[in-house]
């Protein structure tokens, strides 16, 4: 997932932002937390169905590896109460992504967080990241970036005025290009090179994410010209990220029209395309808007401090 880079603090981040997230009513019930296995993914989907735009991320984790999977580079956690009915899904590890529709539930994900020492990010609707912060800041890890993205969706495409000639799916021949971006892109947004940190495991991602055809490219003479990624992919809702044009190829319309095509195509077999887009960067915003997408909610991400 890559967002831009920013130095704002969690403080500046939540000034004047005290809306109420709309958690639902708390039965007279009590509630366990525990970690989930594939035995649960109908349950889990059909929750997770219920806000398809909110819960891509989660759900195209769950789509693509199972609940239970090393390439979630974390654990599934349910929080179910006395009923027998779920409150909310959490996938805490590396990248914690937080479904609660009780107040109760997030604070029983923030408590289980609390004990992962390796969490990288918290990535969530503002409100929700809040109020989890809340509940985890005590006993978690130290913040150490704070960044506000604007979701943008597109739900219909534009419509063709010009092709881009020569946009395709990634090949592993093209590894050697896209890694070294996409991992630049990880770089500007955390503070954190993983190329650096874990070169073998962010090679294998890369190319794990090629083959299941998630990579986009335009080349040219043997140079990258255009990438982007899906990192999740449904029914309803495809989710975007790592999205790029060679510095010496901007401002010359090259990434609008191939993200005009790839829109146009995904949107053949889903009802929604979405991206995260840095709160301070205008020029993204235009480009989208551009592209057709609308702005419908404010995320925020929290880069956690590592050991």
């Known amino acids: 997932m890559t967002h831009t880079q920013t130095s704002t603090s969690m403080s500046e981040l939540m000034r004047g932002v005290m809306a109420k997230t709309p958690y639902l009513p708390e039965a007279d019930v009590t509630v366990t937390t525990s970690e989930l296995t594939d035995d649960d993914r109908n349950e889990v989907m059909a929750f997770l169905a219920e806000r398809p735009i909110h819960t891509v991320c989660v759900a195209g984790f769950v789509r693509d590896n199972g609940l239970v999977s090393p390439h979630n580079r974390g654990t599934f956690y349910g929080c179910r109460n006395s009923e027998g009915r779920l409150e909310g899904v959490a996938l805490v590890g590396h990248a914690t992504l937080i479904e609660a529709r009780t107040l109760r539930a997030m604070q029983e994900f923030a408590l289980v967080a609390q004990t992962h020492t390796r969490t990288h990010m918290i990535l969530g609707e503002q409100e929700k990241v809040e109020q989890f912060w809340n509940f985890y800041a005590d006993e978690g890890q130290e913040m150490r970036i704070a960044c506000r993205e604007l979701f ?116 053949t077999r889903t009802k929604a395309v979405c991206v995260l887009v840095n709160d301070d960067n205008e020029r993204a915003h235009t480009f989208y808007r551009m592209c057709n997408f609308k702005k419908r909610a404010v995320y925020d991400t929290i880069f956690l401090q590592q050991d």
């Open 152 to 267: 943008f969706e597109i739900r219909h495409a534009m419509q063709a005025r010009e092709e881009a000639v020569g946009l395709r799916r990634a090949a592993l021949e093209d590894l050697d290009e896209i890694a070294p971006v996409q991992a630049a892109m990880a770089e500007y947004e955390s503070g954190i090179n993983p190329l650096e940190v874990d070169p073998e495991g962010f090679r294998a991602r890369c190319a794990r994410r090629i083959e299941m055809g998630r990579t986009w490219v335009l080349v040219e003479n043997g140079k990258l010209i255009f990438k982007a990624d899906i990192q999740a992919d449904t029914p309803d809702v495809i989710y975007l990220e790592g999205i790029w044009v060679s510095p010496e190829d901007r401002g010359k319309g090259i990434g609008r029209k191939c993200m005009r095509q790839l829109c146009r195509d995904l949107l």
